[in-house]
């Protein structure tokens, strides 16, 4: 392994303890606790150092949004493969979304809450082919969009997902306040999926 080699391989394995760490502190303490002096302290590196990686709070939290976006797509993905017809995949799908959110609350705040994204994120972001939006939220909305195509009967596919995506979300926030009554998060799924896909919402 040559110098450069090595001095890459340590960079990125400084760049990974960082994004883990952050993690780890958010989730014990919240976001409001993560700060690069406390996480420069618990990793044991110079704050200079830190900023060698990321250049501010902000950046370290889209970073993990960015990563969460990327575990999103493949929870949504094996959902949506896993199932034998279009309802159950698009049931699945929803389901696997709300569960993502429930299991991760402190990482689905960072990708949806304080994520500052557009002109805040770094100029390195990989994109979707939109240009604008980053690629792994692209790729969480490319397989919802997946999911609907299938039923969408002539509807606008593109649009359909992105109001299943606004509901998912609403019922994902409320869930994890404790603002809904207990128990019955997969039948205001199907209720939403009904009432958006269900033959009393086309057109006339």
């Known amino acids: 392994m040559t110098l450069r080699e090595r001095r890459l391989r340590e960079q990125a394995q400084r760049h990974r303890l960082i994004l883990t760490t952050a993690r780890e502190m958010a989730e014990a303490e919240g976001w409001d606790h993560v700060t ?8 044991e590196y110079s704050q200079p150092v830190l900023y060698q990686h990321f250049k501010n709070k902000d950046a370290i939290v889209h970073a993990v949004a960015l990563e969460g976006f990327a575990e999103l ?35 689905y705040q960072a990708m949806l809450t304080l994520d500052p994204g557009g002109d805040d994120a770094p100029e390195d972001t990989p994109r979707g082919t939109s240009g ?9 909305l490319a397989e919802i969009g997946l999911a609907v195509a299938p039923l969408a009967a002539g509807r606008d596919g593109a649009l359909l997902a992105e109001v299943l995506w606004s509901a998912w979300h609403g019922l994902a926030v409320l869930t994890g306040g404790r603002r809904l009554r207990p128990g019955l998060t997969g039948r205001r799924l199907a209720a939403l999926t009904e009432v958006l896909l269900g033959p009393a919402a086309q057109p006339a």
């Open 36 to 43: 690069t002096r406390r996480l420069a302290d618990r990793i």
């Open 132 to 140: 604008d939006t980053p690629a792994p939220l692209a790729d969480v």
């Open 73 to 107: 797509a493949a929870a949504l993905r094996a959902a949506r493969l896993g199932a034998a017809e279009p309802r159950g995949a698009l049931d699945a799908v929803a389901r696997a979304y709300v569960d993502f959110a429930e299991r991760g609350p402190v990482l």
